[in-house]
Nanobody, 124 residues
Framework: QVQLVESGGGLVQAGGSLRLSCAAS????????MGWFRQAPGKEREFVAA????????YYADSVKGRFTTSRDNAKNTVYLQMNSLKPEDTAVYYC?????????????????WGQGTQVTVSS
């Protein structure tokens, strides 16, 4: 099983950028599709982005499309989330997770091996 550790969160002004990293340990990382989710206080965990095991395809929530980009470096066992043009509504704890297989829905229930999360706060 893969263990995941997110980092890179912090406090940023609206319009700024952050780059989140998700470091993985375990032999199956390079064959796993990966996802990013976020959870704001009082809200359900929501899908943000996903990337296939090869990195050739990626998917985004409409709310972040054009602003966020996910990528991965399988040699470093790491997946990234570059977040640009941040808005106050992007404030949340961000999590990475592994997809259950390669035929999955972009919902939290279809992902596993969650990291501990990293806080992103965007001030207006």
């Amino acid at each position: 099983q893969v263990q995941l550790v997110e980092s890179g969160g912090g406090l940023v002004q609206a319009g700024g950028s952050l780059r989140l990293s998700c470091a993985a340990s375990g032999r199956t990382f390079s064959s796993s599709d990966m996802g990013w989710f976020r959870q704001a206080p009082g809200k359900e965990r929501e899908f943000v982005a996903a990337i296939t095991w090869s990195g050739r395809s990626s998917y985004y929530a409409d709310s972040v499309k054009g602003r966020f980009t996910t990528s991965r470096d399988n040699a470093k066992n790491t997946v990234y989330l570059q977040m640009n043009s941040l808005k106050p509504e992007d404030t949340a704890v961000y999590y990475c997770a592994t997809a259950r297989g390669h035929n999955y829905r972009l919902i939290a229930a279809d992902f596993q091996s969650w990291g501990q999360g990293t806080q992103v706060t965007v001030s207006s």
